[in-house]
């Protein structure tokens, strides 16, 4: 996280001002240091308005008087969009700078002087004149494009917003300027005179909707939490999710073990998965994998604690209906709130929010299990993020410092072979890897069970025969008739025997 060093003491650092966005505030170190002036910049459609009134609102709950400069909408426009959202700009004095109807009259065209003589000038002295009068300790304008062009050049451009950077500096009052970024040319002339720049992206993927992200570009003499930051523009405003550091999340924990509550799998694990671990059950579609994750959800719900699956790959009602079939009812456990499912929308999800839902069920709901299934389909869900890996060590890092047990199911290419291969590599970042594989015996297909690695104790090294049935699931006895197990054609090491 950037730290910036400011000769101010504690006692007398200026006051914050929270932005009416609590994830905001969170990025920003706490709000935004109070009588300064700041730029909040994006494209058209990144959510620039949204914000300007959700910190306009926030002012006027508090009593402040605040006010909204418009030089590009209407009033009415304004009243549109905050009743989109459900809210009152009651408190909120609006300001329309618009350009009248009579000067498209050709008696009201300048002739002698230059339009941005004139223009500049009489805005100026009206936005000013309702400063005095209304003396607000918020005041936002929407937007700078107009006052450039109203400008002429360059330089008249940053004298002007030089200029009102001065007079509000005397007048108690945190000025937030909106740029659209529509000019040929992005000029960091406001960049430089803003105490600080927070820039608002939208990308548009080939499919799934339109991802946004949020970047502080400089804020002086306030520490902040730097990198990207998702956000989504919902009904009631903006939502934004920080970016996880595990680092700022250090509780004491103490790992203990946690059951599956099969004796044999536990026999497996050497006792079962320790608290505050993650765990990778890896395997072909179909060996087992999320029925081996949801039996240690059932495990911790039947002790009376809570867990959370967030499903990618099928649906809730399917993984209900099949785990029924196999006498694994999660309907009381559903019921009572001690299992959480999530149903995740690939083409909807950004990473930010995703953690944010983790996040909500651990704090909020005290999940002490969480299971992710699958990484594939984590995968899929953001085709577009290149550093999935590094999320999801931080995610990991963050859910073992507050002793939840993060189990996550990866599907392999290929059903049997030695030619297996995962599209995400986690199994270094799992503390755990449960390797689940098809073999051949007999005839039939068979499946088989084993532990690869265990950071958190011995562990069995055998492997053994796995199935499911209507009576849940059944390990046996470690198969030691045969070798070559995980090549998926095992050989007999009886002799005169067959392979079976």
């Given amino acids: 996280m950037p730290q910036a060093q ?13 932005t009416g966005v609590p994830g905001l505030d969170a990025v920003l170190g706490g709000g935004l240091t109070s009588n300064r ?58 300001r329309e700078m618009l350009p009248t109807p009579d000067s498209l009259e050709p008696d009201e065209q300048y002739t002698m002087f230059h339009p941005s003589e004139v223009e500049l000038s009489e805005t100026t002295l009206r936005i000013l004149a309702d400063v005095d009068a209304i003396r607000p300790t918020r005041v936002v304008f929407d937007s700078l494009s107009e006052l450039r062009l109203l400008a ?39 960049q430089s005179i803003s105490h600080a720049v927070v820039r608002l992206e939208q990308m548009h993927s080939d499919y799934g909707s339109v991802r946004r992200r949020l970047i502080v570009a400089k804020f002086r003499g306030q520490a ?18 920080p970016r996880l550091v595990a680092a700022e999340h250090t509780p004491p924990i103490t790992q203990t073990r946690m059951p599956s509550g099969l004796p044999e799998l536990d026999a497996l694990l050497g006792g079962g998965l320790e608290r505050g671990t993650s765990s990778l059950f890896v395997g072909a579609p ?12 059932m495990a911790a719900a039947q002790r009376g604690e809570h867990a959370a699956l967030f499903i990618f790959d099928e649906s809730i009602n399917t993984l209900r209906t099949r785990c029924e079939g196999m006498g694994m009812d999660l309907a009381p456990h559903i019921e009572s709130g001690h299992i959480h499912l999530r149903q995740v929308d690939p083409a909807e999800l950004s990473p930010g929010e995703f953690v944010h839902l983790i996040r909500v069920a651990v704090t909020e709901r005290e999940a002490r299990v ?12 953001m085709p577009d993020e290149r550093f999935l890996i590094v999320q999801l060590h931080e995610l990991l890092t963050y859910l073992g410092q507050c002793g939840v047990a993060t189990l996550l199911v990866g599907a392999q290419h290929g059903l049997i072979g030695m030619n297996m291969k995962s599209p995400v590599d986690a199994s270094y970042l799992a503390d755990a890897v449960v390797l689940l594989r098809y073999f051949e015996a007999d005839g039939e297909v068979r499946q088989a069970i084993s532990v690869l ?31 070559g197990i995980l090549t998926g054609v095992p050989t007999s090491n009886t002799p005169n025997r067959a392979t079976t």
């Avoid at 902040?224 to 999710?241: E, N, S």
């Avoid at 969480?370 to 869900?381: K, M, P, Q, R, T």
């Fill in 224 to 241: 902040y939490r730097g990198g990207f930051h998702d956000y989504k523009i919902v009904r009631g405003g903006l939502q934004v999710y």
């Fill in 6 to 18: 400011t000769s101010t003491s504690p006692d007398t650092a200026p006051d914050q001002v929270h």
């Fill in 37 to 94: 002036l700041y730029l909040l910049e994006g494209t058209p459609g990144s959510g620039k308005t949204t914000i300007a009134l959700q910190f306009l609102m926030e002012g006027a709950q508090r009593g402040e008087p605040v006010l909204y400069v418009t030089l590009s909408e209407t009033a009415n426009e304004l009243t549109g969009v905050a009743r989109s959202h459900g809210w009152n700009l009651q408190g909120v004095h609006v």
């Fill in 286 to 297: 179909g060996t087992g994998k999320s029925t081996v994750a949801v039996q240690f959800a």
């Fill in 453 to 483: 690695k265990k950071r958190g104790g011995a562990h069995e090294r055998s492997i053994r025969e796995f199935s499911m049935d209507s009576t849940g699931i059944r390990i046996g006895q470690p198969l030691r008739q045969f070798r």
């Fill in 370 to 381: 969480i299971v992710i299934d699958s990484l594939n389909g984590y995968l899929n869900a």
């Fill in 152 to 190: 002429g050049n360059s330089l008249r451009y940053r004298r002007q917003i030089l200029a009102l950077k001065q007079f509000f500096a005397g007048r108690n009052c945190t000025v937030l300027l909106l740029d659209d970024m529509t000019a040929v040319e992005h000029d960091l002339q406001v």
